[in-house]
């Protein structure tokens, strides 16, 4: 997973709750703390812990699927990244050892026209992303990115393609990033802000499938107000419930690594405590030692 996939995990069943004590890293986050925000992962949902480092989950979702299909398991790895991801050494790598060794998984481009700064001219000379699947010798499937049922549907025939002929599929999806790349970007400092209007006032893609389903009588105003009431509530009460959760204990910031700490890992936390001890006032109290 890269950082821009939470909507796979909500679709899954992860909760707010769970969600929150992530961002708070409080002792109920899976991953003890020792993530930044939003490195979400679920071993219950089959969702492994978002990375950062862009692309190294490529070809980890391909060693994922390749170990499924030697289990004959009837299942699939699915593996997210950005135009950006494609840039790096470890999409090509993915993509041609799933390609030879047929490995069922689905690799889903988010061509967003941006790497935080750098636009895709200068990224790449191809016709965007789905052109290399033929050249490793995989099929891909190109779609409108900002169009939910298209996505859906491209995801559901290349799943049962993965499954059913155990091989790897590239999709990818043209969409553009309507918002900075993080909070600590402005976007307006290196592309015009009539284009980032143009896609946000003309092209949103939940404006879109919210037309679509009102067209069909599906949902109406109130029935948004009234969800993002809910949801607003929900949320909120989430981060006052996770704020209050004591943090993880000291001790599991060495854990997990090593099956037996090295010597350098050790000094590291005898160093720590003594730091801990002697200034009692600028450590939370809730830290469990
Ligand atoms: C290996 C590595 N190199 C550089 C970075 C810094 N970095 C963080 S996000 C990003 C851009 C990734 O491109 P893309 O996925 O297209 O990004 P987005 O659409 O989110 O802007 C870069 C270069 C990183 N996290 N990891």
Redesign the pocket.
């Known amino acids: 997973m ?1 950082y ?1 996939e939470p909507g796979v995990l909500l679709w899954r069943g992860f909760t707010l709750q769970e969600f929150t004590n992530q961002l708070f890293g409080n002792k109920y986050d899976y991953g003890k703390g020792r993530q930044m925000p939003i490195h979400y992962g679920s071993n219950k949902l089959n969702y492994v812990t978002i990375s ?4 190294t989950q490529i070809p980890h979702a391909v060693g994922a699927a390749y170990s499924l299909k030697m289990d004959k398991k009837n299942a699939c790895a699915v593996t997210y ?5 494609t840039s ?1 050494g470890d999409f090509h790598a993915a993509m041609n050892f799933a390609a030879v060794m047929e490995a069922p998984v689905i690799f889903i481009c ?1 061509n ?1 026209g ?3 700064s750098t636009p895709t001219s200068e990224q790449f000379r191809s016709d965007g992303i789905a052109v290399r699947g033929p050249a490793y010798g995989m099929r891909s499937i190109r779609v409108d990115g900002n169009d939910a049922l298209a996505i859906y549907s491209t995801v559901h025939a290349a799943r049962e393609m993965a499954i059913n002929e155990r091989r790897p599929i590239l999709i990818e999806t043209l969409t553009y ?1 309507v918002g900075h ?1 993080s909070t600590s970007d402005d976007s307006t400092k290196y592309r015009p802000a009539d284009e980032i209007e143009h896609w946000r006032k003309a092209r949103d893609p939940v404006t879109r499938f919210r037309k679509w389903v009102k067209k069909n009588g599906w949902w109406n105003d109130e029935d948004e107000s009234a969800l993002r009431n809910d949801v607003r509530k929900k949320v909120l009460n989430a981060i006052q419930v996770a704020e209050k959760v004591e943090k993880p204990p000291l001790a599991e910031l060495f854990t997990d690594v090593y099956d037996h700490p090295s010597s350098n890992l050790g000094e590291q936390e005898r160093l720590l405590r003594e730091t801990v001890k002697r200034h009692p006032k600028d450590y939370p109290i809730d830290v469990p030692v």
């Open positions: 890269q821009r950062s480092t862009i692309a990244f950005g135009d950006g991801g790096e988010r967003n941006w790497a935080i990033r790349h």
